[in-house]
């Protein structure tokens, strides 16, 4: 049977709900099983998506959840597979800071936490998320000036102001990217610096070298400058 195209076109929302809702089921059914994969969530270049592998998401996970507490706030910006092994790391934990992903793939919408974010509109949030975030990460997802900029905008935006009296420690920050943004990322990022820890990715098909940049001490990286 031959359709017309503007008979397709119709099909094309009610294709894309069904997807959804399917995979909302499955990250139902593995929520249940735990721990989360990304394994449901294919990468797609084109929009330059490149999974980090488990053991880095951990790593840095763990950093972001260190010293934390229930009212602690944490927001991932770009990067949806330390957002998945931070629900993982807390799925038996008792004391549950606030999380949220700002990510502009609508797959990840399955995810209570879920904000839509486009950097293009760096700071087209809700209104209550700004200066409300004790803890930021952020891989923009492109080696460009404009999205690291307008990225950058982003986690000031969202992170605590430091208080008055300088004794209480700012909001931490934590940048993941190419090695070649390093000296746009320190303008960027006030009191940021570049880390000994290396980012790596689950397929390994980035060309560039990626690098760890943070604003506070950790034990599993040294301060290179």
């Not at 894309?16 to 059914?29: A, G, H, I, P, S």
């Not at 229930?70 to 993982?88: G, W």
């Not at 930021?136 to 990225?151: E, G, I, N, R, W």
């Not at 940021?192 to 820890?197: A, D, E």
Request: glycine fraction near 2%.
């Amino acid at each position: 049977m031959v359709t017309s195209i503007e008979e397709d076109e119709e099909d094309v929302p009610e294709q894309n709900e069904k997807r959804f809702e399917d995979l909302k089921v499955q990250m139902e059914q593995q929520q249940l099983k735990s721990p989360l994969s990304m394994s449901m969530f294919s990468e797609d270049w084109n929009t330059s998506q490149f999974w980090y592998s488990d053991e880095t998401a951990i790593t840095l996970a763990e950093q972001l959840l260190d010293g934390a507490a229930a009212k602690t706030s944490i927001a991932i910006v770009s990067a949806p597979s330390v957002f998945v092994q931070l629900k993982n790391l807390l799925a038996s934990k008792l004391e549950i800071p606030k999380l949220t992903l700002l990510e502009f793939d609508q797959r990840f919408s399955v995810f209570a936490e879920f904000v839509r974010y486009d950097f293009l509109s760096p700071i087209k949030l809700p209104e209550e998320m700004k200066g409300a975030y004790d803890r930021v990460l952020c891989d923009p997802p492109f080696l460009s000036t404009d999205c690291q900029t307008k990225a950058a905008l982003t986690v000031r935006w969202l992170s605590k102001p430091r208080a008055p009296d300088f004794q209480t420690p700012g909001p931490r920050w934590i940048a993941c990217t190419g090695e070649r943004m390093e000296a746009l990322i320190h303008k960027l990022y006030p009191g940021i610096k570049t880390t000994t820890f290396q980012p790596r990715h689950a397929q390994n098909r980035l060309s560039n070298d990626f690098r760890c940049y943070a604003n506070f001490d950790s034990p599993i990286w040294t301060i290179t400058e």
